[in-house]
């Protein structure tokens, strides 16, 4: 008795048994979709886009405002439309941090990730990625005082300043505040202040500084630190050049404008606007932009223990100035008879204007004898010599030079930001003028010393006097060379960078780039750096080397809590992870999971598990940053896109919808080498970045608009000349780039289109039918589709059928002129395959009938009897629309044990 199978297809299912199958598995699903359940069709077509990238790889891309900004070997940036380069702010190339090139869109900017910091765009075809965050203020001392209104007599002020900078979008950004200056008025009658302000060097044209002042207090008192603005300053080319410019301050004294914001009535002290930090990953969440594994400004702090109250003349210990008399003689590098030399030191600096070339400092000691640096320029006895201490910073080979004429921490906060160094300092006490100059009070403080550019080298410092400071610095021991001698690694205070890969940090809430330092926490175990952050509607999941971890809270003011959510979960790769509606698919150590709030599901072990099982284990295993191994979304149609090779030749992409839950692969075999896959935001198609065949030229290919009828199943088109069309028989042109394949059509006005049946070589092919047209025509690659079900067993495995026909049913079947049938069984691994036309149907698409279509096929006799059977159908043609909806098969039960085909019998029983 004749049985029927029927099913509709179903998606791969390569793991299971082929009895522990579902109906409708397949073993092959290859350059198809299944969109809708159970209909499958040929992939998206793609189409030649760009091609002027030269020779470099392209191994990310991020969408942003209509375009596309592409991380390329170089390294470099570039966008796609133009292919122009994405510079810093003094036209050098960028360097993203290898294998972490993943942005982040808030307000309108797009922030990506660089070994000196977080960067921006702010619009499409932006030249300049620029630092992120409004730089820190320099230092600023009190000017002149002049009979005003500001400052009534007999009254201290307190002042601060602050760089503002807004950017295209209107994203205003706020540095953190210049260290306090007090203001003394004892000049006997009401004053304004001039205020000098040294740049810390990374201001630009266009930013404005502020200025903050307190309400005027008693002298006695210390003013608060509700600071209002008081004055502002737009900063000019000129002003950068100098490296400073003065503000002048004439509100009266009850005349205060907005608050400063860290004013203990606003966000407060801890909440300084510093700029995001160096990191990883960066995902916006509740209006905040949160930072994975972090790392901080290289810095130093010291506490100054020993301050001078004016001279230290005499003293042998204490920062300071020191005054003596001595000897010079024109031309001679030492100075004689030096009294007193109580706390002079090799290494400080000698103030004496006129008398010494160049900039001296003291190299030895012996006796009453000082030698220094530089030569006297002329003679004179029983001269008076000023010594002030230094400060060395930098390196051995390579420091900075400070005078530290007073011991206040503020003096030396000016002292090394006139003029600007790669380095900017703060002090976290109060320094005071009056009308005479600097107040010398004595008093200690702490200083903050920072490099200016995130990931900066370490740096050190050394100083004389070092007893002062705490910790203790070390003091050079002589000269040589042009350098100072005694100054190591070794014995210097070293920076440190607050460098920790386990650390998330966030923003305050819809100010992306204001990220204050207590804004942070750890998660998990130090030793497992955070590989990616990805939020979903409820909360931000975190992908670490130890486990998942997820975020939840209201928001940045509310505060976070975050909860162990998987540790047996490890994700592969920080890029093979991506959110779609509200889930996270990522590649991990147990296949390709679904992450929710509910838990982590597997949704690839029975359907593709096996294929990849290998590269899983060489991935997991590898320190090897493998820059094809991600995975990308492709919304509109409901696809997660998984590349998981790790040969640089890579052109097979595994397929998995959300919606029909069927996975499926293309393989881009019409290229070389497939580098990146992008759902463009701004038109919403597919991009796929990729080395042309054959050529060095890297390319890009853009999806197909499949309204289009012309572009149905159609990859690439090249414009072909036609010599000679005779019947069936076609020549075309050599160089054209073109190479003829059984399936391509080329489309001939008022004809219709012809489909190619038979090459010969690379210039001769045959067609479906007589062709008289010559000239330039339009060939288009059909794309190959190839459909292999699991093995068919009609319910028994163990038991032998004759399998004898079937038929594939096509829901639509337009223009297709052929199929390619093909068998394979388990009593014979030789495939028997032929091949069926159509003619009928291959009209052109406009009138081709579109009712479904059942194409019937006999079971090749080498396959007929057999437990198990594996039908196949391959589809290589441009210019048709098909969809398969299901196979029928037909067989018959056998009786008895099947007989090989040998000689062989069975054994009596």
């Not at 910790?471 to 690694?489: C, R, V």
């Not at 399998?803 to 199929?819: K, M």
């Not at 098909?882 to 067989?891: D, M, P, T």
Request: proline share 4%; net charge negative; hydrophobic share 40%.
């Amino acid at each position: 008795m004749q049985q029927e199978l029927h099913m509709a297809p179903a998606g791969l299912f390569t793991d299971p048994h082929a009895s522990k199958a579902p109906p409708g598995a397949l073993r092959i699903a290859q350059n198809v979709v299944i969109r809708r359940d159970g209909i499958i069709q040929p992939r998206p077509g793609f189409e030649y886009n760009k091609a002027t990238y030269g020779t470099e790889d392209i191994y990310r891309a991020i969408s942003f405002k209509g375009d596309i900004v592409l991380y390329t070997s170089k390294p470099t940036l570039r966008w796609h439309s133009n292919a122009s380069e994405i510079l810093n702010e003094a036209g050098a190339a960028l360097s993203p941090i290898a294998g972490e090139f993943r942005g982040c869109e808030s307000r309108n900017n797009l922030y990506l990730p660089f070994s000196d910091g977080v960067r921006k765009l702010t619009g499409a075809l932006d030249a300049v990625a620029e630092n992120a965050g409004a730089p820190s203020t320099g230092s600023f001392e009190a000017g002149t005082a002049s009979a005003g209104t500001a400052i009534a007599n007999n009254s201290i002020v307190r002042y601060r300043a602050v760089i503002k900078r807004t950017d295209n979008n209107g994203v205003i950004v706020r540095g953190v505040p210049s260290s306090s200056m007090m203001y003394i008025n004892d000049s006997g009658g009401a004053v304004n202040l001039g205020v000098a302000l040294w740049l810390s060097g990374i201001e630009k044209v266009g930013d404005i500084a502020e200025l903050y002042r307190s309400a005027n207090y008693p002298s006695t008192a210390i003013p608060d630190e509700e600071l209002g603005l008081v004055a502002q300053h737009v900063i000019t080319s000129d002003d950068i050049a100098t490296g400073a410019f003065g503000f002048q301050d004439t509100n009266a004294a009850d005349d205060l404008g907005a608050l400063i914001y860290t004013a203990p009535s606003q966000e407060g002290a801890l909440q300084e606007n510093n700029r995001p930090p160096k990191c990883t990953d960066m995902a916006l969440f509740k209006s905040s932009v949160f930072f994975a594994n972090t790392e901080g400004l290289q810095r130093v702090i010291l506490n100054i223990k020993q301050a001078s109250d004016a001279s230290q003349t005499g003293d042998a210990t204490g920062i300071g100035r020191r005054t003596a008399t001595g000897d010079l003689y024109s031309g001679s590098y030492t100075i004689l008879n030096v009294t007193p030399t109580t706390g002079l030191a090799i290494g400080q600096l000698v103030i004496a204007a006129d008398d010494f070339e160049l900039i001296t400092f003291i190299t030895n000691i012996s006796g009453s004898t000082v030698t220094v640096s530089g030569y006297s320029t002329r003679t004179v006895v029983g001269t008076t010599i000023t010594f002030d201490d230094a400060m060395f910073v930098g390196t051995p080979s390579s420091y900075r030079t400070i005078t530290c004429r007073f011991g206040c921490a503020d003096r030396i906060v000016v002292d090394l930001c006139n003029p600007p160094s790669s380095y900017y300092a703060r002090s976290l006490s109060d320094y005071k003028y009056n009308s005479s100059g600097f107040v010398y009070d004595g008093s200690n403080g702490m200083l903050v010393i920072n490099q200016k550019t995130l990931g900066a080298s370490k740096f050190y410092i050394w100083g004389t006097h070092g007893e002062a400071y705490f910790p203790n610095l070390t003091g050079p021991t002589g000269y040589a060379g042009g350098l100072l001698t005694g100054l190591t690694t070794a014995n210097g205070i070293g920076s440190t960078s607050d460098d920790c890969q386990n650390r998330i940090m966030w923003s305050k809430p819809d100010q992306p780039e204001h990220v204050p330092e207590v804004n942070y926490s750890p998660v998990g175990s130090e030793n497992h750096p955070i590989l990616r952050i990805i939020p979903t509607r409820d909360a931000l999941f975190i992908f670490k080397t130890d486990g998942i971890w997820r975020l939840t809270g209201a928001g940045a003011y509310s505060g976070w809590r975050i909860d162990e959510f998987d540790l047996s979960t490890i994700l592969l790769r920080a890029d093979a992870a991506v959110e779609m509606d509200n889930a996270i698919y990522a590649w991990t150590n147990k296949g390709l999971v679904r992450v929710t709030d509910e838990g982590v599901s597997l949704i690839s072990a029975t359907a593709i598990g096996n294929l990849l099982q290998y590269r899983e284990y060489m991935v997991h295993s590898s320190t090897t940053n493998y820059s094809n191994v991600y995975i990308t979304k492709n919304p509109k149609d409901n696809e997660i896109i998984l590349s998981a090779e790790i040969s640089a030749t890579n052109k097979t992409l595994y397929i998995f919808n959300t919606k029909t839950l069927a996975w499926y692969t293309w393989v881009m075999d019409f290229v070389d080498s497939l580098f990146h896959v992008l759902c463009n935001e701004s038109d919403r198609l597919l991009y796929m970045f990729y080395l042309s065949e054959g050529t060095t030229t890297r390319a890009a290919i853009k999806e197909r608009k499949t309204s289009l009828l012309q572009m149905i199943a159609v990859d690439m088109d090249f414009t072909v000349n036609i010599v000679s069309a005779s019947g069936v028989d076609i020549v075309i042109s050599a160089g054209s780039g073109y190479t003829p394949v059984r399936g391509d059509c080329f489309a001939v006005i008022y004809l219709g289109f012809f489909v190619i049946t038979k090459v010969t070589d690379a210039t001769h092919f045959q067609v479906d039918r007589p062709c008289v047209a010559t000239g330039n025509r339009l060939f288009f690659m059909g794309i190959n589709s190839v459909i292999e079900w699991v093995a068919k067993t009609g319910g028994n495995e163990g038991a032998v059928k004759h399998y004898t026909e079937g038929g594939y049913a096509f829901n639509e079947f337009s223009g297709l002129y052929e199929i390619n049938y093909s068998f394979l069984s388990s009593l014979s691994t030789v495939a028997v395959s032929y091949i069926e036309a159509f003619p009928e149907f291959q009209l052109p698409l406009s009138t081709a009938t579109s009712s479904p279509k059942t194409a019937r096929f006999i079971v090749p006799s080498a396959h007929a009897r057999t437990a198990y059977l594996y039908p196949k159908i391959s589809i290589r043609q441009a210019l048709c629309a098909w969809e398969l909806s299901g196979l029928s098969l037909y067989f018959k039960g056998l009786r008895g044990r099947a007989l090989s085909r040998g000689t062989t019998t069975p054994a009596a029983i």
